[in-house]
């Protein structure tokens, strides 16, 4: 089996400052995932 080389995103550890590095729509969603578990964060984010 060959050595691909993999990278993995864990949005719960990505800081609010480190979003900004995002470009795409792909900001948005690593966020949802982040705060999905708080409502009133969710909120802001609309």
């Known amino acids: ?5 993999i990278n993995l995103i864990a ?3 990505i800081t609010d400052g480190d979003f900004d590095k995002f470009r ?4 948005e969603v690593l966020s ?4 999905s ?7 802001e984010m609309q």
């Open 32 to 35: 949802f995932i982040k705060y």
């Open 1 to 5: 089996m060959p050595d691909y080389k």
């Open 37 to 43: 578990q708080d409502e009133d964060r969710l909120e």
């Open 11 to 13: 949005p719960a550890s």
């Open 24 to 27: 795409t729509s792909l900001k």
